[in-house]
């Protein structure tokens, strides 16, 4: 079936550490992705995207890869810190005769340890 | 500042009763957007606008009805049809349609049943 889903629930990493948060997705047609960030009682806020057409794009301590051949993406945070903490959504743009459509995968909580 | 505000932060239904919850923009944003999170779920789509005075059903859009009278606002109204409302339901917006990219979140209602 379509979904976005995400290999792990829950994250654990200590301060300073890289951490990686997976993704994957199902349909090919998906022409971009976003991930968002939420923290806890808040909305989602845009962390960075990726088009279709790429395979990495990096941001300030953030890098998205995406791989079409498996159809999966990640999230790379550099050195984290406790304010990293929170939940990290995926979300995929489907297209379907002309209509856009953001489908979110369910989120992973990542918890930076002291 | 810009931004979108919604209201209540809480809000507690008694059985039978329609609620409404508030959500308004400043950023002269033609469309606007209500999702639905459930604890370990992605957001679900209820409801979009993507003009005044015209919306579209999302996912899960029973038991719940909108209105868009004004550009700035879309109240998202949970009537008594929606059996399961307890939920945290965040309001989103972007230019346009197209740009789901850049889609902007409030901060929230907590919705709860009595």
């Known amino acids: 079936g379509e979904s976005v889903g995400l290999h792990l629930p829950t994250l654990s990493v200590q301060e300073g550490d890289n951490s990686i948060i997976n993704c994957a997705y199902s349909?090919?047609?998906?022409?971009?992705f976003i991930w968002y960030k939420q923290e806890s009682g808040k909305g989602p806020q845009f962390i960075i995207d990726?088009?279709?057409?790429?395979d990495k794009r990096q941001g300030q301590r953030v890098t998205v890869l995406l791989n079409k051949t498996v159809k999966h993406l990640s999230l790379q945070i550099a050195a984290t810190q406790p304010g990293d903490s929170a939940v990290y959504f995926c979300?995929?743009?489907?297209?379907?005769?002309?209509?856009?459509?953001?489908?979110f995968g369910q989120g992973t909580r990542l918890t930076i340890n002291p | 500042d810009g931004g979108i505000t919604q209201s209540p932060k809480y809000l507690f239904r008694k059985e039978g009763q329609n609620v409404t919850l508030s959500c308004e923009q400043n950023l002269n944003h033609d469309a606007m957007y209500w999702y639905r999170q459930d604890p370990g779920q992605g957001l679900r789509l209820i409801y979009y606008s993507q003009i005044v005075n015209d919306f579209q059903k999302g996912d899960i859009a029973e038991g719940y009805s909108v209105s868009r009278e004004k550009k700035e606002s879309f109240p998202l109204t949970v009537t008594s049809a929606q059996k399961n409302p307890t939920a945290f339901y965040l309001c989103?917006?972007?230019?346009?349609?197209?740009?789901?990219?850049?889609?902007?979140f409030g901060s929230g209602t907590q919705l709860s049943v009595l």
């Open positions: 979300a995929e743009n489907r297209s379907n005769q002309g209509a856009q459509k953001l489908v």
């Open positions: 989103a917006s972007t230019l346009r349609h197209s740009q789901l990219e850049k889609l902007l």
């Open positions: 349909n090919s047609a998906s022409d971009y």
């Open positions: 990726i088009r279709s057409n790429m």
